[in-house]
C-alpha cells in the first residue's frame, strides 16, 4: 500500500538532515556573533558623533522634537554638545552626515559624512576637510546657502568646483535637520529630553 | 571507497582550475563580483577570498553527501548549502571586518548566486570523493583570485594611484577616475580579455 | 507619489541595476546577442524580481524581524525566489501557451540570476520601508535591466557585422560596449536633484 508520509521520508530524509544540521550552525554563529555585529555599528555611530562634537567623550541616544539625535556630555557628565544625523538626496545616491552642535544649538561643531556615493574626485569631495570645514564654527541662526567658490561672505558656503549637487545636498541635508530642532535645543539649552531606552 | 586515480585527479584539478579553466577569464563565471568590488585590490582580494571558503564549505559538504543525494532534489540542497555558507562568511565579515564587510555591501550574499559554486558542485562535487573535491575548490578559487586581483590591481593603480592604499604612482601623475568608476570596470575586463585571447591566440599558432 | 516615481526612476536610469550595481551581468553578456531574446529574457526578469521583491519584502517585514530570524535572511530569501521561480513557470506553462514557448526557456536561469537576489536584498540595504516602495523599485530595476539588455542586443546585433580583430571577438568587445553603455548611463546622475 502506497503510503504517502513513508514515500515522503524516503525522498526527502537527507534533505530533512542537512537542514536541521545547517539551521543549528547559523543559530549558533547567529548567537555567537550577533552581540559583536551590533557592537560594531553602535561604535561606529558613537565615534562619528564624538568627532563631531569636541570635548565629548559619552553620548546617549534622545529624541528631541520628534528626531533621533544624540546627547553629548564630557568627563563630569556636563553637556557638551548635540549630534544629530541628517541625509539627503545626492547626485548619485543618499548622503548621510552627522551634524554636531553646541549646546544651544547656536553653532555648529563639527560635521561628518557617514554614507555617501558621489563621484570620486568630484562629489565625494563633500568628505574632504576643506569643505565640511566651512560648517564648523558657524552660527545657524540663518539657513545656509551655497554660493560660487571662493565668493562666500558670512553664512555662505563655498560650493566645491563641479560638484554643485554633492556640495547643495549636504548643506540642504543641515538646514533640514536644523529647521527642525533648533527651536527647541535654544529655548531649552539643558534639555532633559526623553531618553531612549 | 576513494578512486586509485584520484590522487593526479585532485592534483590535475588544482593546477586547471588557476589557469586552463580560470573561472573568469576562460569560463567567464561570476562576472557580477568581478565588475563590482574590484575598484580596489583589498576589496578585491576579500572577496575573491571569502567566495573561495564558501566553495571549499561547499564542495566538502556535497562530496560526502554525494552517494545519497536524489538527483531530483540535488539542486535544492546545494541552494542550502550555499546560501548557509554565504551567510555564515558574511556575518563572519560584519563581524570582524567590519569596514570590509560595509564596503562589499549586498555583494557578498551574491556569492550564493555566483555561478562558479554551483557548477563546481555539479561538475565535480556531486561526483569526485572528498579530496578531488578539495583540491578543485582550492584550483577555481586560485583562478578566481588571479581574476580579480589582476582587475584590481588595475584599476586601483589606473583609477586611484595607488595599491592597497598606498600611493604608488608620483603625484604628477594623472590617476584615471574612469578605472573606479563602473565603466572602467567593463573596459578594464574587456581589456585584459583581449590581451589573453591575443596570447593564447599566438600560444595556439598560426593557423 | 512622487518618492515613488523617484525610486523608479533611480532604479531603472539613475542607478541602472546592469551598468551601476552590476547586477544579471551574466545574462547581459551571454543572452543578448539578438533582440527578441533579450527582450524576453528582460520581460521574464522582471516579472520574477517584481513577484520575488514584494514576497521577500513581506516575508522579512511580517515574519523574519519580529521573531528575531534575521539570520536566516539569505536562504529564507534564495528560497522564495527558487520557489517564484517555478511556480511561474508552472503558471505560464499551463495558462499563457504562447507566452511559455517564447519566453519559457529562460526562466529557469532566473533563480542564478544576481539581479533577483540582488533586488531583494537592496530594498533592504536602501531602507525602502513601505511595500508600495520594493514593489516600485523592483518592477523598475526589471524594467531597467529590461532597457540595458535589450540595447546591448541591437549593438551586439550590428557589430555582428563589423570587423573585429580576433582577439577582441565575442566577450571583450561586448564589454568594451558595455563600458560606452555604461557611461552613457552615467549621464543620468543628478537627475531629479534641486
Same mark, same amino acid.
Given at each position: 500500500?502506497?503510503?504517502?508520509?513513508?514515500?515522503?521520508?524516503?525522498?526527502?530524509?537527507?534533505?530533512?538532515?542537512?537542514?536541521?544540521?545547517?539551521?543549528?550552525?547559523?543559530?549558533?554563529?547567529?548567537?555567537?556573533?550577533?552581540?559583536?555585529?551590533?557592537?560594531?555599528?553602535?561604535?561606529?555611530?558613537?565615534?562619528?558623533?564624538?568627532?563631531?562634537?569636541?570635548?565629548?567623550?559619552?553620548?546617549?541616544?534622545?529624541?528631541?522634537?520628534?528626531?533621533?539625535?544624540?546627547?553629548?556630555?564630557?568627563?563630569?557628565?556636563?553637556?557638551?554638545?548635540?549630534?544629530?544625523?541628517?541625509?539627503?538626496?545626492?547626485?548619485?545616491?543618499?548622503?548621510?552626515?552627522?551634524?554636531?552642535?553646541?549646546?544651544?544649538?547656536?553653532?555648529?561643531?563639527?560635521?561628518?559624512?557617514?554614507?555617501?556615493?558621489?563621484?570620486?574626485?568630484?562629489?565625494?569631495?563633500?568628505?574632504?576637510?576643506?569643505?565640511?570645514?566651512?560648517?564648523?564654527?558657524?552660527?545657524?541662526?540663518?539657513?545656509?546657502?551655497?554660493?560660487?567658490p571662493g565668493e562666500s561672505a558670512a553664512g555662505?558656503?563655498?560650493?566645491?568646483?563641479?560638484?554643485?549637487?554633492?556640495?547643495?545636498?549636504?548643506?540642504?541635508?543641515?538646514?533640514?535637520?536644523?529647521?527642525?530642532?533648533?527651536?527647541?535645543?535654544?529655548?531649552?539649552?539643558?534639555?532633559?529630553?526623553?531618553?531612549?531606552? | 571507497?576513494?578512486?586509485?586515480?584520484?590522487?593526479?585527479?585532485?592534483?590535475?584539478?588544482?593546477? /586547471?582550475?588557476?589557469? *586552463?579553466?580560470? $573561472?573568469?577569464?576562460?569560463?567567464? &563565471? %561570476?562576472?557580477?563580483?568581478? #565588475?563590482?568590488?574590484? @575598484?580596489?585590490?583589498?576589496?578585491?582580494?576579500?572577496?575573491?577570498?571569502?567566495?573561495?571558503?564558501?566553495?571549499?564549505?561547499?564542495?566538502?559538504?556535497?562530496?560526502?553527501?554525494?552517494?545519497?543525494?536524489?538527483?531530483?532534489?540535488?539542486?535544492?540542497?546545494?541552494?542550502?548549502?550555499?546560501?548557509?555558507?554565504?551567510?555564515?562568511?558574511? /556575518?563572519?565579515?560584519? *563581524?570582524?571586518? $567590519?569596514?570590509?564587510?560595509?564596503? &562589499? %555591501?549586498?555583494?557578498?550574499? #551574491?556569492?550564493?548566486? @555566483?555561478?562558479?559554486?554551483?557548477?563546481?558542485?555539479?561538475?565535480?562535487?556531486?561526483?569526485?570523493?572528498?579530496?578531488?573535491?578539495?583540491?578543485?575548490?582550492?584550483?577555481?578559487?586560485?583562478?578566481?583570485?588571479?581574476?580579480?586581483?589582476?582587475?584590481?590591481?588595475?584599476?586601483?593603480?589606473?583609477?586611484?594611484?595607488?595599491?592597497?592604499?598606498?600611493?604608488?604612482?608620483?603625484?604628477?601623475?594623472?590617476?584615471?577616475?574612469?578605472?573606479?568608476?563602473?565603466?572602467?570596470?567593463?573596459?578594464?575586463?574587456?581589456?585584459?580579455?583581449?590581451?589573453?585571447?591575443?596570447?593564447?591566440?599566438?600560444?595556439?599558432?598560426?593557423? | 507619489?512622487?518618492?515613488?516615481?523617484?525610486?523608479?526612476?533611480?532604479?531603472?536610469?539613475?542607478?541602472?541595476?546592469?551598468?551601476?550595481?552590476?547586477?544579471?551581468?551574466?545574462?547581459?553578456?551571454?543572452?543578448?546577442?539578438?533582440?527578441?531574446?533579450?527582450?524576453?529574457?528582460?520581460?521574464?526578469?522582471?516579472?520574477?524580481?517584481?513577484?520575488?521583491?514584494?514576497?521577500?519584502?513581506?516575508?522579512?517585514?511580517?515574519?523574519?524581524?519580529?521573531?528575531?530570524?534575521?539570520?536566516?535572511?539569505?536562504?529564507?530569501?534564495?528560497?522564495?525566489?527558487?520557489?517564484?521561480?517555478?511556480?511561474?513557470?508552472?503558471?505560464?506553462?499551463?495558462?499563457?501557451?504562447?507566452?511559455?514557448?517564447?519566453?519559457?526557456?529562460?526562466?529557469?536561469?532566473?533563480?542564478?540570476?544576481?539581479?533577483?537576489?540582488?533586488?531583494?536584498?537592496?530594498?533592504?540595504?536602501?531602507?525602502?520601508?513601505?511595500?508600495?516602495?520594493?514593489?516600485?523599485?523592483?518592477?523598475?530595476?526589471?524594467?531597467?535591466?529590461?532597457?540595458?539588455?535589450?540595447?546591448?542586443?541591437?549593438?551586439?546585433?550590428?557589430?555582428?557585422?563589423?570587423?573585429?580583430?580576433?582577439?577582441?571577438?565575442?566577450?571583450?568587445?561586448?564589454?568594451f560596449v558595455a563600458a560606452i553603455l555604461a557611461m552613457a548611463f552615467a549621464?543620468?546622475?543628478?537627475?531629479?536633484?534641486?
Amino acid at each position: 500500500m502506497f503510503n504517502p508520509i513513508h514515500s515522503f521520508l524516503r525522498q526527502s530524509w537527507l534533505v530533512l538532515i542537512l537542514a536541521s544540521g545547517l539551521s543549528a550552525g547559523l543559530a549558533g554563529v547567529d548567537s555567537a556573533l550577533r552581540d559583536r555585529i551590533e557592537e560594531n555599528s553602535r561604535q561606529r555611530l558613537e565615534k562619528a558623533v564624538l568627532e563631531v562634537v569636541p570635548g565629548g567623550s559619552s553620548s546617549e541616544p534622545v529624541t528631541i522634537a520628534g528626531v533621533a539625535m544624540y546627547r553629548v556630555t564630557d568627563d563630569s557628565e556636563a553637556l557638551c554638545g548635540w549630534a544629530t544625523p541628517a541625509e539627503e538626496r545626492g547626485f548619485q545616491d543618499r548622503i548621510r552626515l552627522m551634524v554636531g552642535l553646541s549646546n544651544d544649538g547656536g553653532r555648529v561643531t563639527g560635521l561628518t559624512v557617514l554614507e555617501s556615493s558621489e563621484t570620486p574626485g568630484l562629489g565625494d569631495r563633500i568628505q574632504q576637510p576643506q569643505f565640511r570645514d566651512q560648517f564648523i564654527g558657524r552660527s545657524t541662526e540663518h539657513p545656509f546657502v551655497r554660493v560660487k567658490p571662493g565668493e562666500s561672505a558670512a553664512g555662505q558656503v563655498d560650493a566645491i568646483t563641479g560638484a554643485t549637487i554633492s556640495s547643495q545636498a549636504v548643506i540642504n541635508a543641515i538646514n533640514g535637520q536644523l529647521t527642525l530642532i533648533r527651536k527647541e535645543l535654544a529655548s531649552n539649552p539643558n534639555t532633559t529630553a526623553e531618553s531612549q531606552p | 571507497m576513494s578512486s586509485p586515480h584520484s590522487l593526479p585527479d585532485a592534483r590535475d584539478r588544482f593546477v /586547471r582550475g588557476w589557469f *586552463a579553466e580560470n $573561472p573568469t577569464y576562460v569560463q567567464l &563565471l %561570476g562576472m557580477c563580483p568581478t #565588475l563590482a568590488v574590484t @575598484n580596489t585590490l583589498p576589496a578585491a582580494v576579500t572577496m575573491a577570498a571569502a567566495t573561495g571558503v564558501v566553495l571549499l564549505c561547499s564542495n566538502i559538504i556535497t562530496s560526502l553527501i554525494r552517494r545519497q543525494l536524489q538527483p531530483h532534489l540535488r539542486i535544492l540542497v546545494y541552494t542550502l548549502t550555499i546560501a548557509t555558507f554565504v551567510t555564515i562568511v558574511d /556575518r563572519l565579515l560584519a *563581524a570582524f571586518a $567590519p569596514a570590509m564587510s560595509r564596503q &562589499l %555591501g549586498p555583494y557578498v550574499p #551574491l556569492i550564493i548566486v @555566483n555561478c562558479i559554486i554551483i557548477s563546481r558542485a555539479e561538475a565535480c562535487a556531486s561526483r569526485q570523493s572528498v579530496w578531488t573535491a578539495i583540491a578543485d575548490a582550492l584550483g577555481q578559487s586560485g583562478g578566481f583570485l588571479l581574476g580579480l586581483a589582476s582587475l584590481g590591481i588595475v584599476r586601483e593603480i589606473l583609477g586611484s594611484g595607488s595599491l592597497w592604499g598606498i600611493k604608488v604612482l608620483p603625484e604628477k601623475f594623472p590617476t584615471m577616475l574612469i578605472f573606479v568608476l563602473p565603466a572602467g570596470a567593463f573596459l578594464t575586463l574587456g581589456i585584459l580579455s583581449g590581451v589573453l585571447n591575443a596570447i593564447r591566440m599566438r600560444e595556439r599558432g598560426p593557423r | 507619489m512622487r518618492e515613488l516615481l523617484f525610486i523608479g526612476l533611480s532604479a531603472a536610469l539613475i542607478n541602472n541595476f546592469v551598468l551601476s550595481y552590476f547586477l544579471g551581468i551574466c545574462p547581459f553578456l551571454g543572452v543578448s546577442k539578438r533582440l527578441d531574446a533579450a527582450f524576453g529574457m528582460g520581460a521574464a526578469v522582471t516579472f520574477v524580481m517584481t513577484i520575488s521583491g514584494g514576497l521577500t519584502y513581506l516575508l522579512q517585514q511580517y515574519a523574519l524581524i519580529p521573531l528575531g530570524l534575521q539570520i536566516l535572511q539569505y536562504v529564507a530569501f534564495i528560497f522564495v525566489i527558487a520557489g517564484t521561480v517555478q511556480f511561474v513557470e508552472l503558471y505560464v506553462q499551463r495558462f499563457f501557451e504562447p507566452l511559455h514557448r517564447a519566453f519559457g526557456v529562460y526562466l529557469p536561469m532566473i533563480t542564478t540570476n544576481c539581479a533577483v537576489l540582488g533586488v531583494c536584498l537592496l530594498v533592504w540595504s536602501k531602507s525602502y520601508n513601505t511595500l508600495a516602495q520594493a514593489l516600485t523599485f523592483s518592477f523598475f530595476g526589471g524594467a531597467g535591466f529590461t532597457l540595458a539588455i535589450v540595447i546591448m542586443a541591437g549593438l551586439r546585433e550590428s557589430i555582428d557585422f563589423a570587423d573585429v580583430p580576433r582577439p577582441l571577438r565575442g566577450t571583450p568587445i561586448a564589454l568594451f560596449v558595455a563600458a560606452i553603455l555604461a557611461m552613457a548611463f552615467a549621464g543620468f546622475a543628478g537627475m531629479g536633484s534641486q
